[in-house]
């Protein structure tokens, strides 16, 4: 008799796991991955002729062999730039010096028409959006409140208060855990889960905005869910109008979704699916100051808005608009993403470098930096 209610008790409990989204997180496992994508219905993202090129050198310029760089515990052993990809689970490298192609490395099954999967990477594009939005008057004004444009949370207590800008610089005040990922944080939920709209109605208040920095992905989902208001159309078609088709990409992009269906929404704040060249194309949009090809994609003084520290109501100085801000004396900025993605942008040089892995939660950012600006310095030389 015991061992029957043992067996029907634990069938209750997989019963209630495979009802919710701890199912998925439980059996794909919790911490995303680079293939996740062949879990989630997506939404296709079309290019367009003509398709911009980067310039090929001349000549072979060797950084492989010739650039030299610490390991990953920073001690004196200098290893080729060849070497260190290689032993630090990187997927695709590349480097981009005045729109010519200096260095570009594929490992593994990866290849340069190979889709890699973005996470956070992605949260810029997002933001970039709203800045076109605001461009074109379908955003009155990022200092509005959200509820101007999303009006269903009029009714829950405090989101009248938060601002686009909130949303933008992560000081909203929203509850969400997005730091631990783990089978019952808040990003496991928006993650691995099928309902999107659910969970964002779902969200509550920690403290007032522009109280502190809270780094949350339910920020950009809140982002895209306002882009969907103001153009009637998914995330997806606004980046496909935008970005996708005026930037000249090389192939499709896909965008992973919550679920089938007219009621499916992206998940914005990661999981924007590409080529590696194509990501660079965006890097390059900013490089030229939202200007591409002598057509304003984006405001000037959006993108230096962006890129520049703004501390004010106790956003961070070293993050705005979903970009990451180096230091003063090399003013950089960079896209930064789960497992060291990175889309570093060093405007003085116009050098961006780009790079995707898919393993390691451990690798600091201080570290990809160290590393990168060790790159830049070494290019120097080179003519």
Same mark, same amino acid.
């Given at each position: 008799m015991k061992s029957k209610i043992i067996f029907l008790l634990l069938g209750i409990i997989m019963l209630a796991i495979s009802s919710c989204d701890v199912y998925n997180t439980m059996r794909f496992g919790a911490l995303p991955g680079q293939n996740d994508f062949s879990h989630f219905p997506q939404r296709k993202i079309d290019n367009q002729s003509p398709v911009f090129n980067f310039i090929k050198p001349d000549k072979d310029y060797k950084l492989g062999q010739l650039i030299g760089l610490t390991n990953k515990s920073l001690n004196p052993t200098n290893v080729a730039l060849d070497t260190f990809v290689e032993l630090h689970n990187t997927i695709s490298f590349m480097i981009i010096r005045n729109d010519t192609i200096l260095y570009e490395k594929y490992n593994g099954k990866y290849r340069d028409t190979s889709l890699v999967s973005s996470f956070s990477m992605v949260k810029p594009m997002v933001s970039t959006l709203i800045g076109i939005a605001v461009e074109e008057g379908k955003i009155k004004?990022?200092?509005? /409140?959200? #509820?101007?444009?999303?009006?269903?949370?009029?009714?829950?207590? *405090? +989101?009248?208060?938060?601002?686009?800008?909130?949303?933008?610089?992560? #000081? /909203? *005040?929203?509850?969400?855990?997005?730091?631990?990922?783990?089978?019952?944080?808040?990003?496991?939920?928006?993650?691995w889960g099928h309902d999107l709209r659910k969970e964002?109605? %779902?969200?509550?208040?920690? #403290? %007032?905005?522009?109280?502190?920095?809270?780094?949350?992905? %339910? =920020?950009?989902?809140?982002?895209?869910?306002?882009?969907?208001?103001?153009?009637?159309?998914?995330?997806?078609?606004?980046?496909?109008?935008?970005? $996708? @088709?005026?930037?000249?990409?090389?192939?499709?992009?896909? $965008?992973?979704?919550?679920?089938?269906?007219?009621?499916?929404?992206?998940?914005?704040?990661?999981?924007?699916?590409?080529?590696?060249?194509?990501?660079?194309? +965006? *890097?390059?949009?900013?490089?030229? @100051? *939202?200007?591409?090809?002598? =057509?304003?994609?984006?405001?000037?003084?959006?993108?230096?808005?962006? #890129?520049?520290?703004?501390?004010? =109501?106790? =956003?961070?100085?070293?993050?705005?608009?979903?970009?990451?801000?180096?230091?003063?004396?090399?003013?950089? +900025?960079? %896209?930064?993403?789960?497992?060291?993605?990175?889309?570093?942008?060093?405007?003085?040089?116009?050098?961006q470098i780009i790079r995707f892995g898919d393993s390691s939660l451990s690798y600091n950012p201080n570290y990809w930096q160290d590393i990168f600006i060790q790159i830049i310095d070494q290019l120097g030389v080179l003519k």
């Amino acid at each position: 008799m015991k061992s029957k209610i043992i067996f029907l008790l634990l069938g209750i409990i997989m019963l209630a796991i495979s009802s919710c989204d701890v199912y998925n997180t439980m059996r794909f496992g919790a911490l995303p991955g680079q293939n996740d994508f062949s879990h989630f219905p997506q939404r296709k993202i079309d290019n367009q002729s003509p398709v911009f090129n980067f310039i090929k050198p001349d000549k072979d310029y060797k950084l492989g062999q010739l650039i030299g760089l610490t390991n990953k515990s920073l001690n004196p052993t200098n290893v080729a730039l060849d070497t260190f990809v290689e032993l630090h689970n990187t997927i695709s490298f590349m480097i981009i010096r005045n729109d010519t192609i200096l260095y570009e490395k594929y490992n593994g099954k990866y290849r340069d028409t190979s889709l890699v999967s973005s996470f956070s990477m992605v949260k810029p594009m997002v933001s970039t959006l709203i800045g076109i939005a605001v461009e074109e008057g379908k955003i009155k004004s990022i200092n509005d /409140s959200i #509820t101007d444009y999303l009006p269903e949370f009029k009714s829950k207590p *405090g +989101f009248d208060k938060i601002t686009v800008k909130n949303l933008l610089e992560h #000081t /909203s *005040g929203i509850k969400f855990s997005d730091q631990e990922f783990n089978i019952v944080s808040d990003n496991a939920e928006f993650y691995w889960g099928h309902d999107l709209r659910k969970e964002i109605t %779902a969200l509550t208040i920690k #403290t %007032a905005p522009n109280k502190e920095f809270h780094y949350s992905s %339910a =920020n950009t989902q809140l982002l895209a869910l306002i882009i969907e208001r103001v153009t009637n159309k998914p995330v997806s078609n606004y980046l496909e109008t935008k970005i $996708w @088709k005026p930037l000249g990409m090389e192939a499709p992009a896909y $965008w992973s979704l919550d679920k089938e269906g007219d009621d499916s929404m992206e998940k914005a704040f990661c999981c924007l699916q590409a080529r590696t060249v194509d990501f660079a194309k +965006f *890097g390059r949009l900013y490089l030229n @100051k *939202g200007n591409w090809e002598g =057509n304003q994609i984006v405001s000037k003084e959006w993108v230096e808005q962006s #890129t520049h520290s703004d501390p004010s =109501n106790n =956003n961070r100085h070293y993050y705005n608009n979903n970009w990451g801000i180096g230091p003063l004396k090399y003013d950089s +900025f960079y %896209a930064v993403g789960l497992y060291g993605q990175y889309l570093y942008l060093y405007p003085e040089k116009n050098i961006q470098i780009i790079r995707f892995g898919d393993s390691s939660l451990s690798y600091n950012p201080n570290y990809w930096q160290d590393i990168f600006i060790q790159i830049i310095d070494q290019l120097g030389v080179l003519k």
